[in-house]
């Protein structure tokens, strides 16, 4: 006999996806753009602030000249921001990504212009004020407004739309980081809420394009370099990369609840002493001023910061500082709501703590180095909640493929733990505490494995159409039975209905109906799949005499 082949396909795409992807190109190159801007705004803010010059030069606040007086920065800084945020818009507030998947998931991706334009400004004046925050977050959050803008423009739909808005995000990440592979997993696993062609190809392209361009406009990689890594491989890396990574699982969570603890204490303010939100970032800046006082390397992005820790010969005064101040500045000011990233932050501290690991060991300078890389790429994958853009990525921002094995190791048990920890992680608890829940849990649709045929009431049940029906008379609204379950339901959601006649593809023949009672049948085995435990050994199935 004859096989026919199946008329269903891997994938849902069509001939659209070449548009997108070739707007994508362009929302490629603006968001590098508008990368490079933003870092230009931080260092002229940064030179204004602490220096009182104009200039574009790459600087830390660390060496300013102001002596005791730096601790008032800050609080400037802070002063314009929630002035922006309350006579702007307040959704320049908080990190930028949760804003970004919130405008994906409630707004049908649509993000307001004066967004794009108030988000890179007030990231700009809080960092270079001296917030210790990164940049990434604003950027994402800009290149996806502009993404969203653009799209706005277009005859698209919702779901094009977020393909457009997240091609934006991407391409900022990839710019600031040299990181295009790692921009586009973070796309998957944090805002895409899907892994289909129709949207990983234009956002795959606008990310390349990023990182295309990034080497014209702020150089190539690695952004970070490390001495050579021999022996990475061994067994006993292995097993510390196990223990580092379960540890980074707790400090990640622990770094979330602080910085939402502190988040709880404004509210709490507010609601005693009736101080409005504007002036939180104010007094986020007192404490940034304090500790800056104390650490004067905690302000600022740090990046040199993430540099020494990553060439192995950081001292205990910099780790320490990291672990102790940076930490408590970034998560009391963070917890303000003003504006500003925790990417740069987590990684950071995260570095710090496998840094630490590694002064405690006694290690060699480039060992340390390992440590730190570890401890980097396990905060990100533990806070985040993001273990395979967190492998990519600490790959891509040093080129030290060597670390793999170990950083994977790493990586994979901080996600675990956190996993098992915290219900959500520090970007969807922001959502979660909006009234919000987001599931991350991505799989396919139980109902997209089941076929209708399996399913069906055969014979048809009354009130369907007769049997005999041929090609000429098929019913309006109909579903061939080498369809999908999953393509059912949605025919009969659209349509209203609850039964659906099932016609045979090759006779055109009326062969049985599909009823809601149907699909919940078959919605139930995914359920059976996930909560029957079954020893299989010597098990003899019920139809073949076995018992249940």
């Not at 104009?54 to 008032?72: D, F, K």
């Not at 990182?211 to 370099?225: E, S």
């Not at 991350?440 to 009130?463: A, F, K, Q, T, W």
Request: some cysteine.
């Amino acid at each position: 006999m004859k096989s026919t082949p199946s008329a269903l396909r891997d994938f849902t795409v069509d001939s659209r996806v070449w548009l997108l992807s070739g707007v994508a190109i362009g929302i490629g190159v603006c968001a590098t753009g508008l990368a490079v801007l933003l870092l230009r705004l931080i260092a002229i803010s940064t030179n204004l602030f602490y220096y009182h010059r104009l200039s574009t030069a790459s600087v830390s606040p660390a060496g300013t000249p102001l002596g005791h007086w730096m601790v008032i920065v800050p609080i400037l800084g802070g002063l314009i921001v929630g002035l922006m945020a309350r006579f702007g818009s307040d959704k320049i507030r908080g990190h930028g990504i949760p804003e970004a998947i919130e405008a994906i998931l409630l707004h049908r991706a649509k993000v307001q212009p004066k967004i794009a334009i108030l988000k890179p400004i007030s990231a700009a004046i809080a960092i270079g004020s001296g917030g210790p925050f990164g940049a990434e977050g604003p950027i994402i959050m800009t290149g996806g407004a502009f993404g969203s803008l653009i799209a706005q423009w277009m005859h698209v739909t919702d779901a094009e739309r977020t393909t457009l808005l997240v091609a934006g995000a991407a391409a900022g990440m990839s710019a600031t980081f040299a990181s295009p592979v790692a921009a586009i997993l973070l796309a998957v696993e944090l805002l895409l809420f899907e892994w289909r062609p129709r949207s990983l190809v234009p956002v795959a392209i606008a990310s390349a394009t990023a990182g295309i361009l990034r080497v014209y406009w702020l150089g190539a990689g690695p952004l970070f370099q490390m001495p050579a890594m021999p022996g990475a491989h061994r067994i006993l890396f292995a097993i510390g990369a196990l223990t580092l990574g379960s540890l980074m699982g707790l400090v990640a969570a622990g770094m979330s609840r602080m910085m939402y603890a502190f988040e709880d204490l404004f509210e709490r303010i507010e609601a005693r002493l009736h101080i409005h939100w504007m002036w939180w970032p104010a007094l986020g800046g007192i404490g940034i001023g304090i500790g800056g006082s104390f650490f004067p390397r905690g302000l600022g992005v740090g990046y040199n910061n993430i540099a020494q820790l990553l060439q192995g010969n950081a001292d205990l005064d910099l780790i320490i500082g990291v672990l102790v101040a940076k930490s408590l500045m970034w998560a009391f000011s963070l917890g303000s709501g003003t504006s500003g990233g925790v990417l740069a932050p987590l990684l950071m501290i995260g570095g710090a703590v496998g840094a630490l690991a590694g002064h405690l060991t006694h290690s060699a300078p480039e060992a340390q180095a390992f440590w730190a890389l570890l401890g980097m790429g396990s905060m990100l994958a533990g806070s985040l909640g993001v273990p395979l853009t967190a492998i990519l990525f600490s790959l891509e921002v040093t080129h030290c493929l060597p670390a793999l094995l170990p950083l994977t190791m790493a990586c994979m048990a901080s996600y675990l733990v956190t996993s098992l920890l915290m219900p959500r992680s520090i970007l969807t608890e922001k959502l979660s505490r909006r009234g919000y829940h987001l599931s991350r849990e991505y799989g396919v649709d139980p109902l997209e494995l089941v076929i209708v045929r399996d399913l069906m009431s055969n014979p048809c049940p009354p009130g369907c159409a007769d049997s005999s029906t041929d090609k000429a008379e098929l019913p309006e609204t109909f579903i061939y039975a080498d369809s999908t379950a999953r393509n059912a339901a949605e025919i009969m959601s659209s349509e209203g209905l609850e039964t659906l006649p099932v016609i045979d593809r090759e006779s055109h023949q009326l062969c049985g109906a599909l009823t809601v009672q149907d699909l919940l049948r078959g919605r139930s085995r995914s359920i059976e799949r996930e909560s029957e435990r079954l020893r299989l050994f010597n098990y003899v199935p019920p139809e073949l005499g076995g018992h249940n």
